[in-house]
């Protein structure tokens, strides 16, 4: 989402038309161009992480023991946002088998 970043730094924006942001009376609200691009692409790294643990969570059910690795890589995964800020440079951990 394109816009994802200025609506979470944001929370009055309430509609953004070519590029210029609104609240809810239509006034225009003003706003930090780079960190928004920087915000949403932590969304977006946020989102493919969350998606990632989402396909493992089943390792974690009460009847299954979660080998080190899959613990390992779970909280590699939750730990991705520490070292990195975006898709562009992330480097995923290796998923076990």
């Keep these: 989402m394109k816009y994802s970043g200025i609506y979470s730094l944001n929370p009055s924006v309430k509609s953004i038309i070519d590029d210029t942001a609104y609240d809810a009376d239509g006034n225009v609200v ?34 299954l023991t979660m080998t080190d690795a899959q613990t390992a890589y779970r909280q590699a995964l939750r730990d991705i946002t520490d070292t990195y800020n975006s898709l562009d440079d992330v480097v995923w951990p290796t998923k076990p088998e």
């Design 30 to 63: 003003e706003y930090d161009n780079n960190a928004a691009v920087a915000e949403g692409k932590l969304i977006a790294l946020r989102k493919e992480r969350n998606s990632l643990l989402a396909l493992t969570d089943w390792w974690a059910s009460s009847d």
